[in-house]
C-alpha cells in the first residue's frame, strides 16, 4: 500500500499518479501489479514496466500491446519485454505478426512453430537493417529464395549459398557478403564482378574473392572506379600499379596515405590526388612538397595545404598571396 492519503484521491489514484510520473515504481507498488489501471499507468511512462506487471497481466493481449507497440520502444529494443509475455501470447499470430512489424528482432523469443511460419518470417524481415533477422528463422524458410533473399547471405541455406543467380542478386547489394557465398562462387568473375560494383557495401567485397580474382586487373579496376576504399583490400602486388593508385586517388585524394612510400613520390599520382584534394599534400614525398607546380595545385584545391608545402614554399610570396587572396587576410 502506499503511505500517502488525502481527503481528494484514492489509494488507486495516488498509485495512477505515482507511476504516471516514474513507470519504474511499480516495481515496490506489490498491491497493484495486478491492477490494470495502474499497471497501463506504467507503462505509458516507461514501457519496460511491463516486466513488473502480475502473471495475469502479463497475459492480457491489451495490457502487453500497450507496451510492446509504444512509441519509445525502438527496433532491437522490443526483446525483454516480448520475453515478459505469457507463453500463450508469444505464441498467438496475430499478437506476434504485430510484435515483429515493430520489432524484427523479437523473432528470437516467438514459438519454433511461428519461426516456420512464412508471414512472420517475411513481416520480420520488414524494414531497414534487418538483414539478420533470417537467422532465427526455421531451416525451411532459410531455404526458401522468397525469404532468403530478404536477409543477409549468411543465414541463408548452403544449396542457395552455391546457387550463382541468387548469390549475385545478394552480393549485388552487399558486396562484402561474398565472405558467406560457396568458395566455388568466390572464384566466378560474373559474381565477384556483381559484389565490387555493389550498391550499399564498403568496398569491401574485393577481400572475399579468391586469390585468383584478386590478382586480376581488370576486375581491380572496376572495384576501385566504383569505391576508392576497395583499394585498401587490393591484392599486394596490384598496390604497386599506378593505373589502380591513380583510380583510387582521384576519387579521393586522401588515399594518397594508403600508397607505397615509394609511389608517394611519383608525380604524376601526388598531382592527382592533391588536384582532388588539396590536403592530401600531407603524405605526399617531401621532394614533390617542395615541388611548386605541386603545392600550386594543391593550395588552388585548399587554401590551408600550404601548411604541407616544404619551408621554403610555405615562404613563398605568390603562395602566401595566394592564400591570402581566397581568405581576404591583409
Known amino acids: ?9 484514492t489509494d488507486t489514484e495516488i498509485a495512477i499518479m505515482r507511476v504516471a510520473r516514474d513507470g519504474d515504481a511499480l516495481n515496490s507498488l506489490e498491491d497493484y501489479k495486478n491492477n490494470k489501471e495502474v499497471v497501463k499507468a506504467a507503462i505509458n511512462n516507461l514501457p519496460q514496466a511491463f516486466s513488473y506487471a502480475s502473471e495475469e497481466l502479463r497475459d492480457d493481449e491489451e495490457i502487453f500491446l500497450a507496451a510492446m507497440l509504444h ?47 512464412k508471414e512472420i518470417v517475411l513481416k520480420a524481415l520488414e524494414g531497414y537493417n534487418l538483414l539478420g533477422v533470417l537467422q532465427w528463422a526455421s531451416d525451411e524458410l532459410k531455404a526458401d529464395k522468397e525469404v532468403a533473399k530478404k536477409g543477409w547471405l549468411e543465414f541463408a541455406s548452403d544449396d542457395l549459398k552455391a546457387d550463382k543467380d541468387f548469390v549475385i542478386e545478394a552480393v549485388s547489394m552487399w558486396g562484402e557478403t ?49 569505391k576508392y576504399n576497395a583499394y585498401e583490400n587490393v591484392d599486394e602486388a596490384l ?14 585524394g586522401w588515399m594518397l596515405r594508403e600508397v607505397p612510400k615509394k609511389l608517394q613520390n611519383d608525380r604524376d599520382i601526388v598531382l592527382a590526388a592533391v588536384e582532388q584534394d588539396g590536403a592530401a599534400l600531407e603524405f605526399a614525398s617531401k621532394k614533390l612538397k617542395a615541388d611548386k607546380d605541386v603545392v600550386l595545385a594543391a593550395v588552388f584545391r585548399n587554401v590551408d595545404a600550404l601548411e604541407f608545402a616544404s619551408d621554403e614554399l610555405q615562404a613563398d610570396q605568390a603562395l602566401k598571396y595566394l592564400k591570402r587572396g581566397y581568405w581576404g587576410d591583409e
Not at 550498391?199 to 576501385?224: H, I, N, P
Not at 589502380?244 to 576519387?251: K, M, N, Q, W
Open 1 to 9: 500500500m502506499i503511505d500517502c492519503k488525502s481527503k481528494f484521491y
Open 71 to 117: 512509441s519509445d520502444i525502438r527496433e532491437g529494443y522490443g526483446g525483454d519485454i516480448f520475453k515478459c509475455a505469457s507463453e500463450r501470447l508469444r505464441s498467438d499470430k496475430g499478437v506476434v505478426l504485430q510484435v515483429v512489424e515493430k520489432d524484427g528482432w523479437c523473432l528470437e523469443f516467438v514459438s519454433d512453430e511461428l519461426k516456420a511460419d
Open 178 to 226: 561474398l565472405e558467406f557465398a560457396a568458395n566455388e562462387l568466390k572464384d566466378d568473375k560474373d559474381v565477384v564482378l556483381a559484389a565490387v560494383q555493389d550498391t550499399l557495401g564498403y568496398g569491401e567485397a574485393l577481400k572475399f574473392a579468391s586469390e585468383r580474382l584478386r590478382k586480376d586487373k581488370d576486375l581491380t579496376l572496376v572495384a576501385v572506379n566504383h
Open 239 to 252: 598496390k604497386h600499379d599506378k593505373e589502380i593508385i591513380l583510380a583510387a586517388v582521384r576519387e579521393t
